[in-house]
Structure formats: structure tokens, C-alpha cells
């Protein structure tokens, strides 16, 4: 999608409040659009977790209206106060984590822009299909920017109650821009701000504390598969695995390996099975890490092909000499796309 630049129109949200209707936690607005990057209509939620320097209702998730998107919305957050990092009129990109629910944890990348109140985290249009797929069936997201030190970017969470949101969406009504009204005075700028009636309340639980564990390093889950450092992702059983592998020398960027580490055989024959069907039937070579590596790119991509749709495995290895019973295990394979996007090195055509 085209980068936006920053607006230089002064709005005003005192207006804005008065025509909001509600949807669930949604607010939706058609007439007098204050909050949307083009002022077309919108409908908006607050995030009921914030960070702190953020005030509390304007911590905003938004769904513009925007003609150039494919979609003819755009999605940002507002999450941090104007001038918190230096963009300079430029845009930042930077990493984010997007949990719908008690769902796989998607990783994505998103850009930061200044916007008219707050610096919005904005979700470029190419990505943007996922998370209307989430919102229409999620009643909880949790948001996470993912520190970079490098940026100047520090870590900063959000949660929104979401549910509502397809019939929010039905009642919006994109229409023409609206003029700018000049800034309005502040009613209440002599009024001393109320007292926090959270300040002494415990710190919000953290959404992704149930997607990761700790040992010596923190391990990212989606779905079924826990990542194995950066270059690796494994659905496993008690008795066996399926893993995906980076592979630099591989044709189309990944080694496919299954069993559970013990093999002695030198040579497989696998079958994969899915319910009651056996979708694939291949062979497989014991390598250094006594796991049996599926024989050739080709295999690789068909089986690739088969877990997209499917959201189990019961993968049986047979010794091809003979010297040995047969092992049988079955894996959940759910979140199996999500986490293939997130590895990164596969790069082959299925």
C-alpha cells in the first residue's frame, strides 16, 4: 500500500462524541468522522489495556473508510502520544504480535505514522484480510509493538473487546470529507483531572503469557507448532514429531523431518494419513539428527500442499530393510499456514 503522510488538518473530538453511535463497545461514525485518516467513517473501540502513557479512551482501535484499499477500510491503533519517536513526517516500520482470543499468535509487520492526535500503528492493505477475518469471529484482541532498541521502539501492549464488529462495520456509512473545523475551546480546561481509580490496582495480565515458555529464551507457539529457535517449527507427540526445518542448500528452502529422534534404520518408507485417508506416501533417510528426512523437494512441497487444509496427521515410518516393527504417532497440525508465514524460508510453490 502507498505510505500516508500526515495530515495537517486540527480536528475535533468534543464534536465528534455527540454523533457516535454505538455497536457493542464500537462506536461508529458516518456523519462527522473525526478519528479515521481520511474522515470518511469509522467505527472505533478503546483498548480496555494500555500502556500508561497513553489516556485512558484514547487508546483507539480504528476501521476507516478508504477507497484506495482493497478491502475499503484501513485498520490503526493509536498507541503512543505525538512526538514519542522521531518520524518526521516519515513512517517506521515495526514488528507486531496479534492474538485473537486464546488463538495462534500472528506475527506481522506494520508501519507507525503521526497522525492527527497520537502516533497510530497503521496495518498495511496487503495484510489487512487476516485481521478481518479475526474480528469477525473474536470477541478479545490483544496487541503487542515488539521492542526494537535500535528504533528507539519499546514494548507496548493493548487489549480491545472487540466483539460486535461485523454488525459495527454493517452500519457504517462511508461518505465525502468532511471539512475541518477550526480547534474548539476546551470545556473542561480548568477542571482538575479526577483522581485514577485504578492506581493502586494490579497490573493487567499479559494476553501472550500463556503463548510462550520460558526456558532459557522464550519459544514462540502458533497453533500446534512451537518454534525451535528462528529456524525451525515442530508439531509433536509423546511419541513422535513432524518438523519443518530452514534448509539454505534445499531447493525450496526447507527439510521436512519426522520420528523421534531415536531412529536406527537407515531408509523409510511414511505414510501420512488425515482421518481416514492416507493423503501421501513417500521415503525418508535417517540423518545426523536420527530423524527420518523426507526424500526430495518434491515430497516436501506435496506435503506442504496437504497440511494447508488439514488440522491432523497420524504419520506411521516403516523400516524399508525390514529391520524393525513400524512406529505410528498422530500430531495436531492446526495454525499450520500461520506459522509456515512466520518461519519465513519456504520457498517453494504449494
Same mark, same amino acid.
Given at each position: ?14 464534536? %465528534?462524541? *455527540?454523533? /457516535? ?6 462506536? =461508529? ?15 472505533? #473501540? ?9 489516556? !485512558?479512551? +484514547? ?11 482493497? %478491502? ?15 518520524? /518526521?513526517?516519515?513512517? @517506521?516500520?515495526?514488528?507486531?504480535? #496479534? ?6 499468535? @500472528? ?8 497522525? /492527527? $492526535?497520537?502516533?497510530? *500503528? ?13 474480528? !469477525? ?9 515488539? *521492542?526494537?532498541?535500535? %528504533? ?8 480491545? +473487546? ?7 462495520? *454493517? ?12 480547534? &474548539? ?41 512451537? $518454534? ?6 515442530? !508439531? ?12 539454505? +542448500?534445499?531447493?525450496?528452502? =526447507? ?7 531415536? @531412529? !536406527? ?24 539428527? &536420527?530423524?527420518?528426512? @523426507? ?14 487444509? #488439514? ?16 512406529? %505410528? ?22
Amino acid at each position: 500500500m502507498a505510505r500516508r503522510t500526515v495530515t495537517a488538518i486540527s480536528l475535533c473530538l468534543l464534536l %465528534s462524541a *455527540a454523533g /457516535a453511535q454505538g455497536v457493542g463497545a464500537w462506536q =461508529v461514525e458516518s456523519t462527522f468522522d473525526l478519528y479515521s485518516y481520511l474522515g470518511l467513517g469509522s467505527i472505533r #473501540v478503546a483498548a480496555y489495556q494500555a500502556p500508561a502513557d497513553v489516556a !485512558a479512551g +484514547d487508546a483507539w482501535l480504528v476501521v476507516g473508510c478508504d477507497p484506495d484499499a482493497p %478491502s475499503g477500510f484501513e485498520i490503526a491503533a493509536w498507541v503512543a502520544p505525538a512526538g514519542t519517536y522521531a518520524l /518526521a513526517g516519515e513512517t @517506521l516500520d515495526v514488528d507486531v504480535l #496479534v492474538r485473537f482470543d486464546q488463538g495462534p499468535v @500472528l506475527e506481522q509487520r506494520w508501519f507507525l505514522a503521526e497522525g /492527527a $492526535f497520537l502516533t497510530e *500503528a497503521v496495518v498495511p492493505y496487503e495484510i489487512d484480510a487476516t485481521l478481518f477475518e479475526g474480528l !469477525a469471529t473474536a470477541t478479545n484482541l490483544a496487541l503487542r509493538i515488539v *521492542a526494537d532498541p535500535a %528504533s528507539g521502539v519499546q514494548e507496548r501492549t493493548f487489549q480491545y +473487546d472487540v466483539g460486535g464488529f461485523s454488525q459495527a462495520l *454493517a452500519a457504517v456509512r462511508c461518505g465525502a470529507p468532511q471539512p475541518a473545523p477550526g480547534p &474548539a475551546p476546551d470545556p473542561f480546561a480548568d477542571v482538575p483531572a479526577a483522581p485514577d481509580p485504578f492506581a493502586d490496582a494490579p497490573a493487567a495480565p499479559d494476553p501472550f503469557a500463556d503463548a510462550t515458555t520460558d526456558e532459557g529464551g522464550d519459544e514462540l507457539v502458533i497453533g500446534a507448532w512451537a $518454534f525451535d529457535g528462528q529456524d525451525g517449527m515442530v !508439531a509433536a507427540s509423546d511419541l513422535g514429531v513432524l518438523a519443518v526445518y530452514c534448509a539454505a +542448500d534445499g531447493g525450496n528452502g =526447507v527439510e521436512i523431518e519426522v520420528g523421534d529422534y531415536d @531412529l !536406527a534404520a537407515p531408509a523409510y518408507e511414511v505414510v501420512f494419513r488425515s482421518g481416514n485417508i492416507d493423503f501421501l506416501t513417500t521415503t525418508a533417510t535417517r540423518n545426523q539428527f &536420527a530423524a527420518a528426512q @523426507l526424500d526430495g523437494d518434491d515430497v516436501e512441497d506435496r506435503l506442504v500442499r496437504f497440511l494447508r487444509g #488439514v488440522v491432523d496427521a497420524t504419520i506411521t515410518l516403516t523400516p524399508r530393510a525390514g529391520d524393525g516393527p513400524p512406529m %505410528s504417532y498422530r500430531v495436531a497440525t492446526d495454525g499450520f499456514n500461520d506459522a509456515l508465514a512466520a518461519l519465513g524460508c519456504y520457498v517453494g510453490d504449494r
